[in-house]
């Protein structure tokens, strides 16, 4: 079963800290496991656009909505044998630790 990975954190992170998670050990035994198929990081969220169509209008918005308090820094496509596999890949991901993971299974248009 394919699971989403979002990472996220609740504030635009410092990532040039010294102290920042490594993951590319995560990415490198997950990758070699077949576990994880992608992934990748996300800019931050000053380079964000927001597209909505609201009674036919098109509205595009530079950057994320002001409300919005969790900052989605990138994410995993998994390929797992259940949920209790997705969350033990997830729990040794080097963000869990420094902020959160959300997982959602991928559910096919084709049936």
Not at 12 to 38: F, H, M, S, Y
Not at 55 to 73: H, Q, R, S, Y
Request: proline fraction near 5%; hydrophobic fraction near 40%; charge should be negative.
């Amino acid at each position: 079963m394919k699971y989403l990975m979002f990472v996220c954190t609740d504030s635009e992170p410092d990532t040039d800290r010294a102290d920042w998670p490594d993951v590319e050990a995560w990415v490198e035994e997950n990758d070699a496991r077949g576990r994880r198929l992608t992934g990748d990081a996300l800019a931050g969220t000053t380079a964000a656009t927001t597209v909505r169509v609201r009674n036919g209008e098109l509205l595009v918005t530079d950057g994320p909505f002001a409300e919005t308090k969790e900052v989605i820094m990138g994410f995993d496509l998994l390929e797992c044998a259940d949920l209790d596999e997705a969350i033990e890949v997830a729990r040794a991901h080097p963000m869990a630790r420094e902020g959160r993971l959300e997982l959602r299974p991928v559910v096919s248009l084709d049936g």
